[in-house]
């Protein structure tokens, strides 16, 4: 059984910077493909940003040049530094793991706010 165990949300300012953690459990962790998806109230769950078991990355349009995602394999653990956040980057943030079918963590609640 595959377990995600999202840590590092919180509220901060605008123009401020978080590093979101998950760790991974009872998979093979380094050959899956591991994403962060976010959902702000009312809106559809959508990918933040997705990284291959051979480190390729790929972001939304609009996290690009902000958010960097990473995967510490020895650690089993996926990170999404977030940079110069903005009001709009607001949502509760979601691990995802792929190995043949799909995993989500429980999220993490991100607050930009003054």
């Known amino acids: 059984q595959v377990q995600l165990v999202e840590s590092g949300g919180g509220l901060v300012q605008p123009g401020g910077s978080l590093r979101l953690s998950c760790a991974a459990s009872?998979?093979?962790?380094?050959?899956?493909?591991v994403a962060w998806y976010r959902q702000a109230p009312e809106k559809q769950r959508e990918l933040v940003a997705r990284?291959?078991?051979?480190?390729?990355?790929i972001y939304t349009a609009s996290v690009k040049g902000r958010f960097t995602i990473s995967r510490d394999n020895a650690k089993n653990t996926v990170y999404l530094q977030m940079n110069t956040l903005k009001p709009e980057d607001t949502a509760v943030y979601y691990c995802?793991?792929?190995?043949?079918?799909?995993?989500w963590g429980q999220g993490t609640q991100v607050t930009v706010s003054s």
């Open positions: 995802y793991l792929w190995n043949g079918r799909d995993y």
């Open positions: 009872g998979s093979a962790f380094s050959s899956n493909v």
């Open positions: 990284i291959g078991s051979g480190g390729t990355t």
